[in-house]
């Protein structure tokens, strides 16, 4: 099993086409939610090739974009350079390199689950001012509730081996909330993509635990994505529904996740 930081190297293409955003009620809660403005700095935390950032940068806030993968980092470099109030650092949850005391909010949107949570949550700690939230954030894709979801997640389950390990559904929300102070809030909105065949094809590959370009299990899985494409699709697409959560919390001392 590639280590975290490395697993995303050959897929950003994908990535940056293929993966879903998030519903604009998730940014409009977190401005919200943390009193943000303009002055106001976020760290975007595993930020992958910016898919986050650049909403954060949408309602005039500034962000520091820390990612220790350096071609996600390049992705979103190339997309978020020209946005002066983008910062992008080639680092990691665990050590951000990020002033102490420097950042109003921190999110961490489809990142969390690849972080050392005892070690992210120190430095956490450091690089927030007082009182500052944090956001861990994921489009869970929808796996029941009709043929194609639950047929979609037969073959994810069967193809790869590593799914259920190096997914974010290994904690619980009640685990996620209780790293947090009290009063952390769960919320939740719908969420979709509709891909045609090629797009369907890239968002399964996009992810990090499907088999690797140029292996035959590779090969073999495109054609059985084809196929369940043909099977499904209407009107030339194909939808898949998330809900999308957000864990928001202030930390709280004591023992880590």
């Known amino acids: 099993m ?3 930081k490395e697993r995303f190297t050959d897929r950003v293409s994908d990535y940056v086409k293929f993966r879903p955003s998030y519903p604009a009620e998730v940014i409009d809660f977190i401005v919200s939610n943390s009193d943000l403005g303009r002055l106001s700095v ?3 935390i595993g930020c992958g ?3 986050f ?3 954060l ?4 806030l500034n962000v520091v ?3 220790p993968n350096a071609s996600m980092l390049a992705a979103a470099r190339e997309a978020l350079d020209s946005n002066p109030r983008f910062v ?3 680092s990691s949850a665990e050590d951000t390199g990020l002033p102490s005391v420097s950042i109003d909010a921190i999110t961490a949107a489809q990142a969390f689950h690849w972080f050392d949570p005892a070690a992210a949550k120190a430095e956490f700690r450091r690089v927030l001012k007082p009182n500052g939230w944090i956001y861990l954030v994921w489009n869970e894709r929808v796996a029941t509730g009709s043929m194609f979801a639950e047929a979609y997640e037969a073959l994810i389950q069967d193809v790869s081996a590593e799914y259920r390990e190096v997914g974010h559904r290994n904690r619980t929300e009640a685990e996620l909330l209780d790293w947090f102070e009290a009063d952390a809030k769960l919320v939740a909105w719908d969420n979709f993509q509709v891909l045609d065949k090629d797009g369907f094809l890239g968002r399964s590959f996009s992810s990090s635990y499907m088999p690797a370009a140029g292996t035959a299990e590779r090969e073999e899985l495109a054609k059985r994505l084809a196929e369940m494409y043909e099977s499904h699709q209407s009107e030339g697409g194909i939808r898949l529904d998330y809900c999308c959560k957000v864990f928001a919390g202030r930390l709280k001392p004591g023992p880590d996740l």
């Open 65 to 67: 974009g820390v990612e």
């Open 88 to 90: 992008a650092n080639h």
């Open 57 to 60: 940068l949408g309602r005039g």
């Open 2 to 4: 590639l280590p975290p």
């Open 49 to 51: 090739t910016g898919i």
């Open 53 to 55: 950032s650049q909403l």
């Open 42 to 44: 976020v760290g975007d």
